[in-house]
C-alpha cells in the first residue's frame, strides 16, 4: 500500500505538470458540426443635455447557428443564420424607440418588423481561421436587398439610403468584425496555464486585448480577458468618439475550440457632437453587458 506520503508527492507532481504542459489552443472543427449559439446584449446609455439627463436603454437578443461545411489546413468554412433577433430600445425622454422580435407576429403596418424579419432567411458564409480570426464573410449583399424589398414600393433614392445605413451594420465587413468579437480568442503559439497573449478588434467598437488562460479543467478552459476600448460612431446628424475598459471571462471547449460561455462587460467615456447643433458636445457615458452560450451542439 502506498504511503499517504507517496499520494501527496504523485498529486504534486502531476498538478506540477498540468500547470506548466503547453497547450495549443485552436478550433478544431468537423465537417458536419453544428453549433447553436445564443447572445443577450444589455446597454445603458446616459448622456448630460446642458444639465439635463437623458437615459437609453437597449436590449438585443439573437440565436444564430453555425454549421462546418469544409475544413482544410488554415480555414474552416461555416454556414451560418439568424435564427432569431429580438431589439427593444428605450428613452427616458422620447419612450419607446424600437421594438422588433422576429419570433413574434407581425403587424401589416409594422415596417420595421417586416425588415428584420429578413434576417432570418439569409444563410451566410464565413471564412475562419483556427485562431477564431475571420477571413471574410460573404452573403450580406442579399440579406440587405431582401431587408430593403421587405419595405415595399419605394423609389430608387430611398433604396439607396436604406442600403448605406444597413451596411453600417450588415455589410460583410460589418459582419465579420462584429462576429470576430466571439470567435478570435486564442493565440498562434502554445501557452500554458498563467501565460497571457494579445489581439485587437476592430469595427466600430475596437479594443486592444489582452487574454490569459487561467485554467484547464476536463473539457473547459477557463480565459479571462482585459481591454482598452475605442467606440466611434458617425452619421450625418451625431458623431461618437468614446474610450473605456472591457473585461471578459469565458469557458471554451478543449475539444472543439467554440465557446460555451463568455460574458464581457464594457463602460466607455466621452462626447457625443451634434452635427445640427453648432457642433454641441453631449457628455455620454455607455455601458455595455454581453453574453453569449452555446444551446445547442450537434456532432
Do not use: C
Amino acid at each position: 500500500m502506498k504511503s499517504v506520503f507517496s499520494k501527496i508527492l504523485v498529486v504534486l507532481i502531476t498538478t506540477t505538470n498540468l500547470m506548466y504542459a503547453q497547450t495549443k489552443l485552436s478550433y478544431n472543427l468537423k465537417v458536419g458540426d453544428q453549433f447553436k449559439m445564443e447572445q443577450v446584449a444589455n446597454q445603458d446609455v446616459a448622456q448630460d443635455m446642458n444639465g439635463k439627463k437623458h437615459e437609453m436603454k437597449n436590449l438585443i437578443e439573437g440565436d444564430f447557428t453555425f454549421v462546418v461545411e469544409a475544413v482544410n489546413d488554415s480555414l474552416y468554412t461555416l454556414k451560418f443564420k439568424f435564427d432569431r433577433f429580438k431589439m427593444v430600445s428605450t428613452s427616458s425622454l422620447m419612450g419607446e424607440i424600437l421594438s422588433v422580435n422576429t419570433a413574434a407576429n407581425i403587424a401589416e403596418d409594422d415596417i420595421e418588423g417586416k425588415i428584420f424579419a429578413e434576417l432570418v432567411k439569409v444563410n451566410l458564409t464565413m471564412m475562419m481561421y483556427k485562431n477564431g480570426k475571420i477571413k471574410f464573410i460573404e452573403g450580406s449583399n442579399a440579406l440587405i436587398s431582401q431587408m430593403i424589398s421587405a419595405v415595399g414600393d419605394i423609389d430608387d433614392f430611398t433604396k439607396e439610403v436604406m442600403k448605406e445605413s444597413m451596411k453600417g451594420e450588415f455589410s460583410n465587413e460589418s459582419l465579420a468584425m462584429s462576429f470576430e468579437q466571439m470567435t478570435f480568442l486564442y493565440p498562434n503559439e502554445t501557452v500554458k496555464i498563467g501565460d497571457t497573449w494579445n489581439n485587437n478588434f476592430k469595427g466600430e467598437l475596437s479594443s486592444n486585448n489582452t487574454w490569459t488562460l487561467k485554467n484547464i479543467t476536463n473539457d473547459d478552459v477557463n480565459i479571462t480577458g482585459v481591454s482598452i476600448v475605442n467606440f466611434f460612431n458617425k452619421d450625418t446628424d451625431v458623431e461618437m468618439k468614446l474610450k473605456g475598459d472591457m473585461t471578459s471571462n469565458l469557458t471554451t471547449s478543449l475539444k472543439t475550440g467554440f465557446i460555451k460561455t463568455m460574458t464581457t462587460t464594457s463602460t466607455v467615456i466621452g462626447n457625443s457632437i451634434m452635427h445640427r447643433m453648432n457642433d454641441l458636445k453631449i457628455p455620454t457615458t455607455i455601458s455595455s453587458n454581453i453574453t453569449y452560450k452555446i444551446k445547442k451542439h450537434v456532432q
